[in-house]
């Protein structure tokens, strides 16, 4: 079983990578681009055998892929 | 510098090791030279911690910083000793990556993020310790921005727990003398306990003028040891 990790930065922290790309879009003509948000995306490939897949990507996540202090995460199940 | 401001000839010092760590020597070799210690490499898969007076977490790249710099270090066998090191009143002295690990384990609050700038950034900068004096070290780092929420920044500020900051030349707060964006030019702080401190400037590489830049991380040293 496939699950997607999504991490990105918690609104409130500055994420100078997707200002970089944010300003040179507008240099090049995409003034309307008014903000881009940098996130990881991690798969995540659970035993099929496992009994409990989501509570186990829930615990990589909050413990591992993101820092509970700066970023927040969303999860999604790829294969169902 | 000679072992003449030494506090203890008897203190035991362990700098841990993990695979990417390459302040190590450095560290050793400065609370050697200058203080006349015992200091001892701890690798990171060790379970247990010797009979220790002090440990250092210097600084590197562990792990390739995957993840998250410091991140997966913070989940090597010897932190859950290093933790308990540390409840126990321990005194602990995280640089760079050091700190870095510092903040991932959370024996540190707060997070260090990548630069503003986005560049690794090595150069020599200003600060201004928690009893005012004006201090000049390296930092070498890509990610020590400091950050940490409102409500912990004031914690920080009220608890007296900051204890680096960057600044200019003339020793102001300005954005110039900040050379990550930190939050209120943080560079270092400590536990509450305040026997735990990390820092992002290197203190192991301003121990001697003969290298050519200053002897102040001698003061850092010094001040972690007498923790103890």
Redesign the interface.
């Known amino acids: 079983m496939d699950y997607e990790v999504l991490v990105q930065l918690k609104a409130e922290v500055l994420d100078p990578e997707g200002r970089a790309i944010q300003e040179t879009l507008k240099s090049q003509g995409f003034g309307e681009v008014k903000a881009v948000t940098v996130a990881k995306r991690y798969v995540v490939t659970v035993d099929d055998g496992s009994k409990n897949p989501a509570a186990i990507v829930e615990a990589v996540a909050s413990r591992y892929l993101a820092n509970p202090v700066a970023e927040t995460f969303s999860i999604k199940r790829l294969d169902a | 510098m000679t072992s003449a401001i030494s506090p203890a000839g008897t203190l035991r010092i362990g700098v841990m090791q993990f695979p990417g760590s390459n302040c190590d020597a450095d560290c050793i070799d400065s609370l050697q030279r200058h203080f006349g210690i015992k200091a001892i490499a701890l690798w990171h898969q060790e379970k247990s911690l010797p009979k220790l007076d002090g440990i250092v977490i210097p600084g590197g790249f562990s792990f390739g910083d995957y993840?998250?710099s410091g991140?997966l270090a913070a989940?090597a066998p010897i932190m859950n000793e290093i933790k308990m090191f540390a409840d126990r009143g321990g005194s602990i002295l995280g640089i760079c990556n050091g700190f870095q690990i510092l903040?991932?384990s959370q024996i540190l609050?707060?997070?260090l993020?990548?630069?503003?700038?986005?560049t690794f950034i090595c150069r020599d900068v200003n600060l201004i310790d928690d009893k005012k004096r004006k201090l000049k070290m390296p930092i070498a780092h890509g990610e020590g921005r400091y950050?940490?929420?409102e409500v912990g920044l004031s914690r920080l500020e009220q608890s007296g727990l900051i204890a680096f900051r960057y600044v200019d030349e003339a020793g102001g707060f300005s954005a110039n003398g900040n050379p990550n964006?930190s939050v209120a030019n943080i560079a270092g702080v400590f536990s509450e306990s305040k026997k735990v401190l990390g820092l992002m400037p290197h203190p192991e590489r301003a121990t001697d003028v003969l290298m050519g830049g200053s002897a102040d991380g001698l003061v850092i040293l010094k001040e972690f040891l007498e923790r103890m």
């Open positions: 993840l998250r991140a989940h903040v991932e609050p707060g997070v993020l990548r630069n503003l700038s986005r950050w940490i929420d964006g």
